[in-house]
């Protein structure tokens, strides 16, 4: 499996490079890092824990940090074994000023085994780019922390926590036939700031609102619109719409990043996204 892309993180180049490199700080922005602790230069014993699809575990391995070279590159190298299987990968990181702020370049490629490996190619690539996601969410937070303008993911709008219905856009997704050409689009015509790039997935900052590019399908062609809402209350939600009549093709469900999320169908047979705003941490 191989992920690439690219994220603009605000701050210097050398202040990110200090972020990848406190063992301390990375600890509490990997997804489900329960420990990080030194094991010699460059060297850190893991614990991690998280799921793919329905399986779920501990794992216990190293992160090692490689060919650094300050504030500009470096690769990290991780594995893992634990019930669930195993797991080892190798990532590069690249960084370099952009618009006085840092563009991170990564590119890595990751091996799994054992029972985990049973869940398929495509959930597991689906967990890795969640990961990723949520890790770099954490470091732009971290980054930001001193910041009134904070942008946070959809998620975790403190604003949203009491809303009782979904009457929150929070999440615009725009299905593409082409990912380049697409975020060019965005980001160089329109001079919308570029949060994330992937093959899989990318998104943009527009206010409250999240604009992400997914790749059409058959069941999504080029061109077609997915509206995400949130509420504070997913499950109560649900049920006062099913009862006003509103037909949900999933009901809420646990996803790989933790949170529930549900499906409903519109009055023009849209699918829209219903997801559970989560108290923002701090």
Same mark, same amino acid.
């Given at each position: $499996?191989?992920? !690439?892309?690219?994220?603009?993180?605000?701050?210097?180049?050398?202040?990110?490079?200090?972020?990848?490199?406190?063992?301390?700080?990375?600890?509490?922005?990997?997804?489900?890092?329960?420990? @990080?602790?030194?094991?010699?230069?460059?060297?850190?014993?893991?614990?991690?824990?998280?799921?793919?699809?329905?399986?779920?575990?501990?794992?216990?391995?190293?992160?090692?940090?490689?060919?650094?070279?300050?504030?500009?590159?470096?690769?990290?190298?991780?594995?893992?074994?634990?019930?669930?299987?195993? $797991?080892?990968?190798?990532?590069?990181?690249?960084?370099?000023?952009?618009?006085?702020?840092?563009?991170?370049?990564?590119?890595?490629?990751?091996?799994?085994?054992? @029972?985990?490996?049973?869940?398929?190619?495509?959930?597991?690539? $689906?967990?890795?780019?969640?990961?990723?996601?949520?890790?770099?969410?954490?470091?732009?937070?971290?980054?930001?922390?001193?910041?009134?303008?904070?942008?946070?993911?959809?998620?975790? !709008?403190?604003?949203?926590?009491?809303?009782?219905?979904?009457?929150?856009?929070?999440?615009?997704?725009?299905?593409?036939?082409?990912?380049?050409?697409?975020?060019?689009?965005?980001?160089?015509?329109?001079?919308?700031?570029?949060?994330?790039?992937?093959?899989?997935?990318?998104?943009?900052?527009?206010?409250?609102?999240?604009?992400?590019?997914?790749?059409?399908?058959?069941?999504?062609?080029?061109?077609?619109?997915?509206?995400?809402?949130?509420?504070?209350?997913?499950?109560?939600?649900?049920?006062?719409?099913?009862?006003?009549?509103?037909?949900?093709?999933?009901?809420?469900?646990?996803?790989?990043?933790?949170?529930?999320?549900?499906?409903?169908?519109?009055?023009?047979?849209?699918?829209?996204?219903?997801?559970?705003?989560?108290?923002?941490?701090?």
């Amino acid at each position: $499996m191989k992920l !690439h892309g690219s994220i603009v993180l605000p701050g210097t180049p050398e202040q990110v490079w200090s972020l990848l490199t406190d063992s301390a700080r990375m600890a509490k922005l990997l997804p489900g890092c329960e420990r @990080l602790e030194p094991d010699g230069p460059d060297r850190y014993k893991a614990a991690v824990k998280f799921a793919i699809a329905a399986i779920s575990g501990k794992y216990a391995g190293t992160l090692e940090y490689a060919e650094k070279k300050p504030p500009k590159s470096l690769r990290i190298r991780i594995n893992g074994k634990g019930v669930p299987g195993f $797991m080892n990968g190798e990532g590069q990181l690249e960084l370099a000023v952009k618009n006085g702020q840092t563009e991170v370049r990564y590119s890595g490629e990751a091996h799994v085994g054992g @029972l985990v490996a049973s869940v398929g190619q495509r959930m597991i690539e $689906m967990a890795a780019r969640r990961i990723v996601r949520q890790f770099f969410e954490g470091a732009a937070k971290e980054l930001t922390s001193s910041v009134s303008a904070e942008i946070a993911p959809f998620e975790s !709008h403190p604003h949203q926590k009491e809303a009782p219905m979904a009457t929150k856009i929070s999440y615009v997704i725009k299905f593409v036939s082409d990912m380049n050409r697409a975020v060019k689009f965005y980001r160089d015509t329109l001079g919308l700031p570029l949060k994330f790039e992937s093959p899989g997935w990318s998104e943009f900052v527009t206010g409250d609102v999240t604009l992400a590019l997914h790749p059409a399908s058959e069941k999504n062609p080029a061109g077609g619109v997915e509206l995400g809402f949130t509420t504070g209350d997913l499950r109560k939600t649900y049920e006062d719409l099913k009862a006003k009549g509103v037909q949900f093709p999933m009901a809420p469900t646990k996803q790989d990043f933790g949170g529930l999320l549900a499906q409903f169908v519109d009055s023009e047979g849209g699918h829209c996204s219903l997801g559970e705003v989560q108290a923002a941490a701090g």
